[in-house]
């Protein structure tokens, strides 16, 4: 275990006591934060210890709700615009779901009509407006259109003055990862300008930060005190802590909704789609597979395929089976235990494609391995002896498509080698994936199938998963590592 505690630990003690001090410390001033600047009600903020529930949910009440009540005020004032100069039910939810599509009324921190909202609005009228105005004559048609961006143009500065107050009123507790100086410019710009709607509560950080006026927490520590604070999320500012426990940290608080941004290294170079005070800021994207719903439909379309395919196949299975029983002496089925979803261990099933010996379970898998049996070659080199876990997808164990499941005793030996590798258990693993569609399978690079597999849950969608189906088709035929 590394023992590190939080930097602002009391001078001359070490080990559990420093971390207990600082602890209870962190914990008091940021109490005491939270209370000065109206964070929740008064009566929840009593040094964060007993009422830590009624503070927990305040926190999460005001995360979740502020948004939605500032892209609320922005619709029914665009709406309201709308059905004053059109007297169109039809114009104004056109507009309005079309405005929404292409992110105008998404989160943001600076609110501008020079940051893009001028151009989703004239974009959006420009399109919409004459195609509801045919029939009449073209200057009237130019007209109606110009009323209506006009309208809009109205309706948002009037919306974003509405916006900035909420926001004043209730800002939101966030941290601040970073012991640079760009995490000082952020923090006091937080303060500096509370129409951000964001309130820095804590610093996180490895290193010691002179003169900090709030308290700072190790990345070991952070997320806890995240969560006891209720904080809206995390602002990631560079400095010299490592990146992976600024990774681990953000992996926390992505999986327990929490917000995430990042500063880009060149920030004043950088694309600027938001920003606080002139520093250019990114949001990190909550992963689409979180979402319950895209779970379910996943979910759905493994049972209903596998089921399907089961059925369909059943015949061809019958046959391999046999093939597997009578070219070999053993069972038709190798069972093998493998890690799955957050390091829950299940058994895989496959045809047995190896002679039956004591290594059969542990050794590494070779091009002319010489365990192979002579049906074991074609089932390989074909992948057919991967149907049997169409029914581990069935039962829940696997999915069709994810990171490809490994053995135990592989699994904690690349988690040492490649930290980034326990993350593929984020998601199901399954029988065919992103990594495995880029040949990356058998003794391949473990770092490159880390990667790929990270970034296929990172960047998940639908679409994804029916592009990787389509591609591990064509990689049947052209794999180089299918032995």
Excluded at 289 to 309: C, E, G, M
Excluded at 326 to 342: A, C, H, N, W
Excluded at 352 to 368: I, K, L, S
Aim: glycine share 8%; net charge positive.
């Amino acid at each position: 275990m590394n023992d590190r505690s939080p930097v602002g630990g009391a001078a001359g003690k070490t080990g559990e006591q420093t971390r207990s001090t600082a602890w209870e410390t962190g914990r008091a001033a940021v109490a005491r934060d939270i209370e000065r600047f109206k964070l929740v009600p008064r009566f929840t903020t009593t040094a964060l210890g007993q009422p830590i529930d009624q503070l927990r949910r305040a926190g999460r009440l005001v995360t979740d709700a502020q948004w939605t009540i500032c892209a609320a005020v922005l619709i029914v004032l665009d709406a309201g615009a709308l059905l004053a100069i059109s007297r169109s039910g039809w114009l104004t939810a056109m507009v309005v779901v079309v405005s929404a599509a292409i992110g105008s009324y998404r989160h943001r921190h600076t609110l501008s009509l020079s940051e893009g909202d001028g151009r989703y609005l004239i974009l959006t009228t420009a399109v919409v407006a004459p195609m509801l105005a045919i029939g009449d004559l073209p200057i009237q048609a130019v007209a109606f259109t110009l009323a209506v961006i006009a309208g809009l143009l109205v309706s948002r500065v009037i919306g974003f003055w509405i916006v900035r107050q909420i926001r004043r009123r209730r800002p939101r507790p966030v941290f601040i990862a970073g012991a640079g100086h760009i995490a000082q410019v952020l923090d006091h710009a937080l303060v500096a300008h509370p129409e951000y709607g964001l309130q820095p509560a804590a610093f996180v950080s490895d290193v010691p930060i002179p003169d900090a006026d709030r308290p700072v927490f190790s990345y070991t520590d952070a997320f806890a005190a995240l969560e006891e604070v209720g904080a809206v999320g995390l602002i990631c500012a560079f400095g010299p802590e490592s990146p992976l426990e600024l990774n681990r940290l953000v992996r926390e608080a992505e999986t327990n909704h929490r917000r995430v941004w990042v500063v880009p290294r060149m920030f004043d170079l950088s694309p600027r789609r938001d920003e606080i005070w002139g520093i250019a800021i990114a949001a990190i994207h909550r992963p689409a597979i979180y979402n319950p719903l895209v779970r379910l439909s996943k979910r759905l379309i493994d049972v209903t395929f596998a089921t399907l395919t089961l059925i369909a196949l059943s015949p061809l299975l019958v046959v391999l089976a046999l093939i597997v029983r009578f070219t070999s002496r053993g069972p038709i089925f190798f069972r093998q235990r493998r890690v799955g979803l957050r390091g829950r261990a299940f058994t895989m099933l496959k045809f047995r494609t190896m002679r039956v010996t004591t290594d059969a379970d542990t050794g590494w898998t070779v091009p002319d391995d010489p365990r192979r049996t002579p049906a074991g070659r074609l089932l390989r080199r074909t992948s057919l002896d991967e149907l049997p876990q169409l029914l581990n997808v069935i039962r829940g164990d696997m999915s069709l498509i994810g990171p490809r499941p490994e053995r135990a005793l592989y699994a904690d030996q690349f988690a040492e080698e490649h930290p980034t590798y326990p993350d593929r258990t984020r998601v199901q693993g399954g029988i065919t994936g992103l990594a495995q569609v880029h040949d990356l399978r058998g003794d391949t690079s473990i770092e490159e199938r880390a990667r790929y597999d990270n970034r296929y849950i990172d960047q998940y969608s639908l679409f994804l998963d029916v592009l990787i189906a389509l591609r591990t088709i064509g990689s049947l035929f052209r794999s180089k590592t299918s032995y």
